[in-house]
C-alpha cells in the first residue's frame, strides 16, 4: 500500500473513532451532569428553550467530546500513519472544527463557550494527538 493511500485510509479511521469518541462522551454526558429539571437536550428547540438554565458545568462534557474526540482521532490516524503524520493529525483537527463551527451556529450557546470551543478543543488537541501519536509509535525510516 502507498504510503498516500496508508495516510488516506488512517484519515478515514481516525475520523470515524474520533466522532465515535465525541458522540458517546456526548450521549454519556446527561448521566454524569444531568440537564436541569424540564430540560429538553435533545433537540435544537430544546436546547434553544434550556439555555438559560444551563450553568458552566453543563458545558464541560460537550466541550470534552470535542476535545477528546479531535485528540482520539488525531493520535489514532498519526499512529497509522507512515508518512503525511504531521498534515494529517492538523487535516482532522480541521475538519473537527469545522464541525463544531457548523455546530456553533446551530446551537445557541454563550458567547464564552463558543471561544473556548473554537479555540482550546480542535487545533490544540489535533497538535496533542500528534505529539502523543509520534511518541507511541515513532515512524519508522524508509
Known amino acids: 500500500m502507498s504510503n498516500a493511500m496508508r495516510a488516506t485510509a488512517a ?3 481516525g475520523f470515524v473513532v474520533g466522532s ?3 458522540g458517546a462522551i456526548v450521549a454519556v454526558g446527561p448521566s454524569i ?3 436541569p429539571a424540564g430540560a429538553d437536550m435533545t433537540t435544537v428547540e430544546g436546547l434553544t428553550a434550556a439555555m438559560s438554565l444551563l450553568q458552566p458545568k453543563h458545558f464541560a462534557m460537550p466541550f470534552l467530546a470535542h476535545a477528546l474526540g479531535t485528540f482520539v482521532g488525531a493520535t489514532v490516524a498519526v499512529m497509522m500513519a507512515t508518512a503525511y503524520r504531521t ?3 492538523y ?3 480541521f475538519v473537527f472544527l469545522a464541525g463544531g463551527v457548523v455546530a ?8 464564552w463557550f463558543i471561544t473556548l ?5 480542535y487545533h490544540p488537541m489535533a497538535w496533542l494527538g500528534l505529539a502523543i ?5 515513532p515512524a519508522t525510516p524508509v
Open 11 to 13: 484519515g478515514v479511521v
Open 20 to 22: 465515535l469518541v465525541n
Open 33 to 35: 451532569i444531568p440537564p
Open 87 to 89: 498534515r494529517l493529525a
Open 91 to 93: 487535516i482532522l483537527g
Open 104 to 111: 456553533a451556529k446551530m446551537i445557541p450557546a454563550p458567547n
Open 117 to 121: 470551543d473554537l479555540l482550546v478543543a
Open 133 to 137: 501519536g509520534r511518541r507511541l509509535r
